[in-house]
């Protein structure tokens, strides 16, 4: 039988953790123990990621173990980093919660240098694209606010998949712990809100991307109305500029505006997701399909996107639309926004397939489910889809309205202070432990998390390829820095 002395520490620690009382504690050597390792991990991981992962304290999606191939949402340089979640932000919020739950400076100063990296790359229109370059000729394409001379041509903020919304949204909870005391970054977010105010159209919308401000005389008030005749086939038109509520975009942009009013206490900032409110109310279609597009002309109607988005009704974007309809409610009391989220309801609860999902697309009055075969050609039957995108949605609809019936009885929630995750008392769970011990036994000799996730755009995507991801990352710091929160001594 082997003796325990050739256990190694991390599987003794697993040892500990399953030996121990359950929930409630356990004995005090042991916790310290514990903490001491998850602390080392914890370190180790944050320090291999921004002194090895890091470019300039940007961060990518997934990297081959030996950091030589790198990706975001495509081949990246060595130069390059993602804003796109699970990208930069995504990682400068992991750090944030660290800290606010450690108290560790180490991990404000990680915080901090992936903060700067958003301040290094934020445009003139505002925002951030998806990607942020710093290779000096690179750079020069872009027109980056700190650029020496501002002569890059590339200057959309876009606003499609977050990406905008979790630059700032980041950038505000960091400006937050900070007290308002760091100009680069205060300034920073304020430019980004002033341009969002900017470029919201006279109806309330915004759109998916933007590197002008609309003309408030081109853009009339209009409610949205089905078009006599729509094209079948893909017309190839820009629709950038649509009011769009593709990926959630208003949605994420309606978030940012409720979180920066409670941080800045600013009302221009409620008007605006007050406005974007008014126009998702316009923007429902009227019967026999009281729901939403995923995209509208300046003429307030379903248009095409890309080639396999066509104008219709959304059963996916739909429902993401009435949950932040709920939110409105509760954040402002304002039963208008409540009255809308019914008819929405009673049209998906009708429109469910065999299954009780939903079709993505639904044709304009006739409500059939649109398809397209992987020729990209308009079809009413799902079985040659394309597998890049989602044309059958799972549906949310019960949960839905469970809530809408809650808030119906119970009227809007009461306002709420803003929150860090130093305000949230951790418990210390057994599954919490269990989490934590895996974690710490899981990490190799440089302080990365290796798993099996492909690299998408390095070759064939059926390859399995030992990967570096950013999302394992985010989640195993916040698990250990949580056990650390729950394990502290007086919690």
Known sequence: MKSYGAICPPLLLVIGFLCCCPEQGYPAQQAKANRKQATAALQKAVSFFQQQVSIKGGYLWRYSTDLEKREGEGKASPSTAWVQPPGTPSVGEA?????????????????????????????RSGGWSYRIEFDPAQRRQNSYRTNAKNVGTRNVTTLDD?????????LMRLDHELK???????????????????????????P?????????GKFPVRKASYPDSWSRTYPGKNYQGFYTFNDNTMSDVIDVMFEATGIYQDARYLQAAKKCGDFILLAQMPNPQPAWAQQYNLACQPAWARKFEPASVTGGESQGIMRTLLKLYRKTGQAKYLAAVEPALKYLE????????????YELKTNKPLYFTRQYELTYEANDLPTHYGFIVGSSLPSIRKEYERLRKQGPDQPRSTTTAADRVERLTNSLQREAAEIIMSQDARGAWVTREPLRYQGSPDTIQQTISTSTFIHHVDVLS???AATRPGN
């Open 350 to 361: 009708a429109s469910q397939l065999p299954g009780g999902k939903l079709a993505r697309f």
């Open 180 to 206: 308002f005391k760091d100009p680069s970054i205060h300034e920073t977010v304020t430019y980004c809100l002033d341009s969002l105010l900017k470029a919201q159209y006279p109806n309330g919308a915004w």
């Open 162 to 170: 977050n990406t905008t919304q979790a630059a700032l949204r980041f």
């Open 95 to 123: 750090l944030l919660r660290v800290y606010q739950r450690t108290g560790d400076r180490f991990y404000l100063d990680a915080t901090r240098q992936t903060a700067e990296a958003l301040v290094q790359c934020q445009l």
């Open 482 to 484: 949580r056990y650390l």
């Open 208 to 216: 998916q991307r933007f590197s002008a401000f609309p003309e408030p």
